[in-house]
């Protein structure tokens, strides 16, 4: 990030891939916006939504392991901000992101994402993100 605008989105971009990896859905729920939807690149017709993250996210079983970010842009337009970024799984083709976040209650929430898988690109070989 080039600006103090810019920090301050992927300063929230942080604390909600942070409140994922460590089940912290209080934490997750303060960044992202009541109307959160999010289309992830295995969609099967019913996108994210809000409640039903935090649900997920607050199974402290379920192992969470981040993909490593590849590259990444934040631009921000005012009270709209946009990340975008190219992440890479383990085993699998990397994909690109885009999170769509908006400023409310002086704070920036993730309001969309969209993820699309890059085709033809090999899987990641390494076994550490």
């Known amino acids: 990030p080039k600006t103090a605008e810019q920090r301050e989105v992927v300063k929230a971009y942080q604390a ?16 992202v916006a009541d109307e959160f939807a999010g289309i992830g690149r295995r969609y099967i017709g019913s996108p994210d939504t809000k409640a039903g993250r935090v649900g997920q996210i607050g199974i402290s079983s379920n192992r969470v392991i ?8 934040a631009f921000v337009f005012g ?14 083709p990397p994909y690109h992101v885009i999170r769509v976040w908006v400023n409310r209650d002086g704070r920036w929430q993730l309001f969309h994402r969209q993820e699309t898988t890059i ?7 390494d076994k550490e993100n």
């Not at 085709?119 to 070989?125: C, D, L, T, V």
């Open 79 to 92: 009270e709209a901000a946009i990340i975008i970024a190219d992440h890479q799984p383990v085993g699998e």
């Open 66 to 73: 981040l993909p490593r970010m590849l590259s990444g842009q």
């Open 16 to 31: 909600v891939e942070t409140a994922v990896a460590s089940h912290d859905e209080k934490t997750w729920a303060y960044h």
């Open 119 to 125: 085709k033809g690109a090999p899987p990641a070989q």
